[in-house]
């Protein structure tokens, strides 16, 4: 009677076990399409531009992203159901948080950047020295009529730490692009950044906010809105006219992405930046994200001009904490940066090459942010 009562209990132990495997599996690992927010956000600037990864225009996306029910193509009102309005969590703003990922430090009066210039000129317009005419291309930089990017390699003065930065200027912003695992929105889908960059033409490339690994934050990709749920994280979005903020989640409204004009909006973090351009030195994360790791953070100088930094960690170079991190941003000048997926994500591609050294060699991801020619 006591061995069939233990092996009853075996039993269902390891029938529990299995359908714990096979429950992650199925949303952890499997590949699998999810449900689209779906809306395309209008270029209040320009005209429709053309998806780089399938040649088709944008409202396209929308088939690739999966199901789309319940979609709204005006106002976007609905979202608030969904997440997509300001929201009223409270968190801690200083030391060890819970998130998963960046957490924030961020209050609304910290995060809004104080630019007083009255600069109105276009894109199109700024920076004319930076472009040529035609293609000129170097081992370390490329420009055209619209893209300038220059990369380059630094060490610390000393000796232990290696980071990559791209200098990145841009006339027309949708140069400023994403992409996704097999050109889907879902869970599960993983490629190679390289792979990736090469599917989109980039010249540049690096790892996203890997949004496939989790259900939480916003999600705008290429003008088209994939999520819109609440999260304790800062969030950093890019608009068409090419101005960059990052916010507490408390304070991002979809309502007002949409109004503005959103093109990319990721959720990962944390912000590394003060409004004032200042290195943060206090941080809501856990002390593994705080400590030194390899990294991937974007940079933000002025509509036009951003960069990308890739830094290596965990073999020769020892990685970069937070505040290191933070303090980098400062230095180099930006008014904005926003920390993106790292450790064996942090990856740089240029001319379709890996030119970081990967910890543990890289690791596939959901998405990959490029700089690539629009036409």
Not at 118 to 132: G, H, P, Q
Not at 256 to 269: M, V
Request: one cysteine or more; glycine letters at 10%; proline letters at 3%.
């Amino acid at each position: 009677m006591k061995h069939r009562v233990w092996r009853n209990i075996l039993i269902d132990i390891v029938l529990t076990g299995l359908a714990l495997v096979v429950f992650a599996l199925f949303h952890h690992v499997l590949p699998r399409q999810q449900e689209s927010v779906g809306i395309v956000i209008p270029n209040p600037y320009g005209a429709v531009t053309e998806d780089t990864l399938t040649g088709e225009t944008r409202e396209m996306t929308l088939i690739a992203a999966g199901p789309t029910s319940g979609i709204v193509t005006d106002t976007g009102k609905n979202l608030l159901a969904r997440g997509g309005g300001k929201q009223n969590t409270r968190r801690t703003q200083s030391g060890s948080g819970s998130s998963s990922k960046g957490g924030s430090a961020l209050t609304e009066e910290t995060a809004e950047i104080q630019d007083e210039s009255e600069d109105t000129v276009s894109l199109s317009e700024k920076f004319a020295e930076m472009y040529s005419d035609e293609i000129v291309e170097t081992g370390e930089s490329y420009q055209s009529s619209d893209i300038s990017v220059s990369v380059t390699e630094h060490t610390t003065d000393d000796g232990s730490v290696t980071y990559y930065v791209a200098d990145i200027y841009l006339k027309d912003i949708t140069s400023f692009q994403t992409a996704m695992a097999g050109n889907t929105y879902g869970v599960g889908y993983r490629d190679e950044i390289s792979s990736m960059a090469q599917k989109a033409d980039a010249l540049v490339a690096v790892n996203g906010d890997y949004y496939g690994n989790t259900n939480e934050g916003v999600v705008i990709r290429n003008g088209v809105i994939y999520r819109a749920n609440p999260t304790n994280c800062d969030v950093c979005v890019l608009y068409y006219d090419g101005t960059m903020k990052v916010m507490p989640g408390s304070s991002f409204s979809m309502e007002e992405a949409i109004a503005d004009g959103a093109w990319q909006a990721w959720t990962f973090g944390p912000a590394l930046l003060d409004g004032n351009g200042q290195a943060l030195d206090t941080f809501s994360s856990t002390n593994r994200i705080i400590s030194a790791n390899p990294r991937t953070a974007i940079g933000y100088y002025e509509p036009g001009h951003y960069c990308l930094v890739v830094v290596d960690g965990r073999g020769d170079s020892d990685g970069m904490t937070l505040p290191e991190l933070s303090q980098l941003f400062e230095d180099m000048g930006c008014k904005a940066a926003y920390n993106l997926d790292g450790g064996n994500s942090s990856i740089m591609v240029w001319n379709g090459e890996v030119i970081n050294d990967p910890s543990g060699g890289g690791r596939a991801s959901s998405d990959a942010v490029i700089i690539a020619e629009v036409n």
